[in-house]
């Protein structure tokens, strides 16, 4: 039998994520022996015969009509993420596999300037994989200051966010709600992950994360889907203390696979004012180590 794959593993987690109740069902009948729907329940919600949706879920048919797509994801009570989702995985499922090693992202020369003209907020670029393309000065002080600044330069040694947060020990202490902000990150990877099924360094990531941290394995399992677009998080800051700043993910237009991220404070907020300390204390002096004395390292 084929493994289920990304489709089917998605169709699971929704299907266990419901209770009949949640759908008009009562719950009677034997006990259940798993949680959430059964595939007859969810068959019939859908408008589908049992056998047919199992070998959905099975992995052994992958051409399921846009209808039938449709009438699953009402059933599931999919949201418009998690719809454009199942619709990303069907058609990948569809297509024959075909990994090429992808080139290393570049920084084009207008999204340099764009950075520049950013500069009074801390800021960074990521690549779809969530690598650090470049910072600005105020950007790598507030995330990243334990890493070489220049590090981004290094294409195949880039630092990267997701794997960061999972696995440095500075960005687990950096944000208050650790879990919340890893729940995002594994949300938006969930996407991307949709989007490109064949990116061998995509799966690198996911499996180097797999491999090492059990707090990711547990949130990669949820089968979560929505993006990082805009969030409020508190820091602790090993140089100017708490600092509670609104992430922003903004789109490249002419590099649709990078993203933008801004870090925002409310006018005359402490915050604001936290990070005007950390613009004095970072300005044309080399980033702090994490620790007191500790050298300047790359994570990768």
């Known amino acids: 039998m084929d493994e289920p ?104 020369d207008e999204t340099r300037d764009l950075l520049r003209a950013v500069d009074g907020v801390p800021a960074l670029v990521l690549g779809r994989r969530t690598d650090v393309l470049a910072w600005n000065t105020l950007g790598h002080a507030l995330l990243a200051g334990h890493l070489d600044f220049h590090s981004p330069d290094d294409l195949t040694g880039r630092p990267n966010m997701s794997r960061m947060l999972f696995l440095d020990p500075h960005c687990r202490e950096l944000y208050t709600d650790w879990k919340r902000k890893a729940r995002a990150v594994v949300g938006n990877l969930r996407i991307t992950v949709g989007r490109h099924p064949q990116d061998p360094l995509l799966a690198e990531l996911i499996g180097e994360l797999t491999m090492k941290s059990p707090e990711f394995v547990a949130l990669w399992g949820d089968h979560r889907v929505a993006p990082c677009d805009a969030a409020s998080y508190e820091l602790h800051h090993p140089v100017v203390g708490t600092v509670t700043v609104t992430q922003q993910t903004l789109s490249i237009a002419r590099s649709p ?24 204390t970072s300005s044309g002096q080399a980033p702090y180590a994490h620790n007191a004395g500790a050298p300047l390292r790359t994570l990768r």
């Not at 994520?17 to 919600?45: F, K």
């Not at 048919?61 to 699953?72: D, M, P, W």
């Not at 949201?79 to 596999?97: K, M, Q, S, V, W």
């Open 5 to 108: 794959g990304p489709l089917g593993d998605f169709l699971q987690a929704r299907r266990a994520r419901l209770r009949p109740e949640d759908v008009g069902l009562r719950n009677v009948g034997p006990r259940r022996r798993v949680a959430g729907l059964r595939r007859e329940e969810l068959a019939q919600l859908a408008g589908v015969s049992v056998s047919y949706y199992t070998r959905l879920e099975q992995g052994l048919s992958r051409g399921a009509s846009a209808e039938v797509l449709e009438a699953i994801a009402r059933a599931l009570l999919l949201d418009e993420h998690e719809r454009e989702h199942l619709n990303r995985l069907a058609g990948a499922a569809r297509r024959t596999p075909r990994a090429r090693r992808p080139r290393p992202e570049k920084l084009a």
């Open 257 to 280: 696979e990078q993203v933008l991220i801004v870090c925002t404070t409310p006018t005359s907020s402490p915050s604001e004012e936290a990070l005007v300390l950390l613009r004095q």
